[in-house]
């Protein structure tokens, strides 16, 4: 995606701001993401095992290795990833609502 775009901005504005648009990118924006995603990981993960604050910026660092990681291993790999996690994300949702064909059986 960002390929496209700083492709796009070089044809309309020309060289200069297209790279100063791929710096941006780069080094802010892609980096920033990355980081803010880790500490919200960290800080949700703290809330459910209590551990100190040096562990949860270890923690986040390691995430994100653990997603560069994914990452390198290829565009299948990390799809079948988020696949994974996706159903876990639908089925936790799900175990949280009761199903209302078997509220009666529940209470037997």
Known sequence: MPG?????????????PAFLLWLTLFFVI???????????????????????????KIIAIAFIGLVALINV???????????VLAVIKIGSVLHDQPCPSLEHARYR
């Not at 796009?8 to 504005?13: A, G, L, Q």
């Not at 993960?45 to 100190?52: A, D, E, F, S």
């Open 4 to 16: 496209h775009l700083c492709f796009h901005s070089w044809t309309v504005f020309g060289q200069v």
């Open 73 to 83: 291993c290829g565009t299948r790999f990390s799809a079948n990833i988020q696949n």
């Open 30 to 56: 892609t980096s920033g993401t990355a980081a803010a995603l880790a500490a919200a990981f960290s800080d949700n993960l703290r809330q459910i095992v209590p551990m100190p604050a040096v562990a949860g």
